[in-house]
């Protein structure tokens, strides 16, 4: 265990002077939240029964998420993987998979830094308070968060050159990002549009969490089960198909 945070310890300070984690993870949400707020303030987001405040909170607290698993998780496994590191360290005594497992810890740190920077800012500057249960607000987006990792080790697993992976990646992270209402708010969107947002996996995640933090829990189960579905067999095909070189 101690060697396994010592690395730990080491990947965790290369992700934090990343310029890339800074801005898109952790900067970019609060700017975006700060703006939505001052200019949308405590008017109704349609007929969503939320806030624009309420729901762009929400929805932000996803980015840090979205950054992670389609972008930060792949890149780094197909980079090692491409540049003989993991074939190199499968028969030292320093373990790929230990490698692999700080890395994705330091992926879902991250997101939880960006959402407690956003948590803060909302808490403080504009009095945004959960009218739901925080805790299980906690949970569901834990389960997002796993849905979505396991997404981004499918990729890496299937992609096999760093040309590839980038192609999957972009075609993941920005749909993600700019249509499943993790940046604009999805209620701004068309019916129509709205609909295929709520489908999107990560939209899934978004409305689960809207539905909780006001204290809807009756039409839950399906989006959780969407969610689990989808660690479950993304998470599967992801151990599968995992190759070291």
Not at 54 to 74: K, N, R
Not at 131 to 137: H, M, P, Q
Not at 179 to 197: C, K, L, M, N, R
Request: proline residues 4%; charged residues 10%.
């Amino acid at each position: 265990m101690k060697r396994f945070f010592r690395m730990y310890r080491v990947e965790q300070k290369i992700f934090l002077r990343s310029p890339d984690v800074i801005l898109f993870c952790l900067a970019m949400p609060l700017v975006v939240f700060v703006v939505i707020t001052m200019i949308t303030g405590d008017k109704n987001a349609a007929d969503s029964g939320l806030t624009y405040l309420q729901s762009s909170y929400v929805s932000l607290s996803t980015v840090g998420i979205c950054c992670s698993a389609f972008m930060s998780i792949p890149i780094t496994i197909v980079e090692l993987r491409s540049q003989g590191i993991l074939r190199r360290m499968y028969c030292s005594p320093c373990s790929p998979a230990r490698l692999l497992a700080c890395d994705t810890i330091c992926s879902g740190v991250i997101a939880a830094l960006s959402t407690l920077i956003l948590t803060i800012a909302a808490a403080v500057i504009f009095g945004y308070r959960m009218a739901g249960n925080v805790f299980v607000y906690i949970a569901l987006w834990l389960l997002t968060m796993i849905s979505m990792f396991s997404i981004g080790l499918m990729v890496a697993s299937l992609c096999r050159t760093t040309k590839s992976m980038n192609v999957a990646t972009s075609l993941l992270y920005f749909p993600m990002l700019l249509f499943s209402g993790a940046t604009i708010p999805a209620e701004v969107f068309p019916a129509w549009f709205q609909a295929v947002a709520k489908w999107m996996p990560l939209g899934v995640g978004i409305d689960l969490l809207k539905s909780v933090s006001l204290g809807c829990y009756d039409n839950i189960v399906v989006q959780v089960i969407t969610l689990i579905a989808i660690a479950v067999i993304c998470g599967t095909v992801a151990v599968r198909t995992f190759r070291w070189e």
